[in-house]
């Protein structure tokens, strides 16, 4: 079956990425959307790293370093952004955070976000109460965002619109540059949560206008836990009172007798203190691999998945939640099963091998561009066997 980059699901070329993921030998896996398998490249890295650990110590400590600009570089090609822009994160909820806790707030102030938001993306806003700062959620229906409705929910005092590149429970992928242009037009600016799209859908922050992004590596970049990218427009440097500042925030950061406290004048200055380098490594290794194929491929590919999913699942009489309309369509999709409980449909599939979610009462499944045909005949076997149950 041809796909819409003219290859088959079973390229030479996709084939190759498969072979790159270890987990492909034993599971058929399609809960990328949640914590995904480490890729080959980067558990190859974290080897090495915990090896060179347990023998040397911190000998080689400044060769692990290096790996934070490769790491940046590679985020900042990543979004099309510039040199400066991008630092290294322990987390969504972290570089969330870096922006709600800097923000110039003044009581009355108000942000609006959306109320199937992940609570990462809804905590540290409601937080702010404390500072007299409001939290608005306008309504999604079923995961759809209707853009006039948001629009009609900011005002002149509207600071921040805060949303998910794609929602979380049913895949809704939202139209960033839109979702920008809303909040400028009320004189706000735009946080975007990227985890649910980066890596597998291509983002240019200058063309679409992003203010702020954050995104951990755990999921579509297929990087371990604990390490991600956060990104800020160069000329939003100054506007964020900076936090989490430690020895590594400083130009001098190498020279701990300082006493002078200079910041660096890029987003590496949030990349306080002491980072797992294994990490941060590994998270490069997963990001090389993504790119040798191309962010463009790989969302081809990812889209001609979910719809031939989609087929299938239609064809045992599932009912798809997820909206799969052109460029609203994303990685996950969400469906009901008749005659099935979703939490012990996914119990059920886990002891035939296959790795699903449930989220938000429905099943949710999220492959990759490396799933391929036999994982799909073991998913919808195990799907057939649990109504059977």
């Known amino acids: 079956m041809a796909t819409t980059d003219g290859s088959t699901f079973e390229s030479p070329g996709w084939e190759h990425f498969r072979d790159a993921m270890p987990v492909a030998e034993k599971w058929a896996y399609f809960d990328h959307a949640a914590v995904a398998p480490l890729s080959g490249p980067a558990g190859d890295v974290l080897a090495r790293w915990s090896g060179d650990m347990v023998e040397n110590g911190a000998v080689n400590w400044s060769d692990w370093n290096r790996s934070f600009g490769r ?3 590679r985020g900042e090609q990543l979004l099309n952004a510039s040199p400066g822009e991008v630092a290294v994160i322990r987390n969504t909820t972290e570089g969330i955070n870096i922006v709600a806790m800097g923000f110039p707030w003044r009581s009355g102030d108000n942000v609006v976000t959306l109320d ?17 700062v409001e939290t608005r959620f306008v309504q999604t229906h079923n ?4 853009l006039n409705e948001l629009d009609d929910a900011l005002d002149e005092r509207t600071r921040i ?26 004189a706000a600016y735009f946080l975007l949560d990227a985890i649910q799209g980066l890596g597998v859908f291509p983002i240019d922050v200058k063309q679409t206008g992003v203010d702020f992004l954050a995104a951990d590596g755990h999921k579509w970049m297929l990087g371990p836990e604990g390490t991600g ?27 701990f007798s300082a006493q002078e406290m200079t910041l660096k004048q890029t987003a590496a200055r949030y990349e306080g203190g002491s980072y797992h380098l294994g990490g941060v490594a590994a998270l490069d290794a ?8 191309s962010v463009d491929r790989i969302a081809n590919r990812l889209l001609d998945l979910t719809d031939k999913l989609c087929r299938r699942l239609e064809g045992i009489g599932a009912h798809v939640v997820s909206c799969r309309d052109g460029e609203r369509r994303s990685g996950i999709v969400a469906f009901d099963l ?10 059920g599939c886990l002891g035939r091998g296959v790795i699903l979610n449930a989220r938000s009462g429905h099943l949710r499944i999220s492959p990759h561009a490396y ?3 036999d994982d799909i005949e073991r998913l919808f076997e195990a799907l057939a066997d649990c109504r059977s149950d």
């Not at 199937?116 to 007299?132: A, I, K, V």
């Not at 997963?286 to 194929?293: A, V």
């Open 286 to 293: 997963s990001l090389g691999l993504l790119q040798s194929f």
């Open 338 to 347: 008749p005659g099935a409980d979703p939490l012990a449909a996914k119990r």
């Open 143 to 146: 995961g759809r965002v209707d």
């Open 371 to 373: 799933t391929n045909e």
């Open 229 to 255: 990218l956060f990104f800020l427009r160069e000329e939003h440097l100054d506007l964020l009172h900076p936090v989490g500042i430690g020895w590594n925030s400083v130009n001098n950061a190498a020279d």
């Open 116 to 132: 199937n938001e992940f609570p990462t993306n809804r905590f540290p806003w409601m937080n702010l109460s404390r500072e007299g």
């Open 161 to 186: 619109l805060a949303v998910s590149w794609v929602g979380y429970d049913t895949g809704w992928r939202n139209d960033v540059k839109a979702l920008a242009e809303i909040a400028h037009r009320h």
């Open 71 to 73: 790491l940046r570089r």
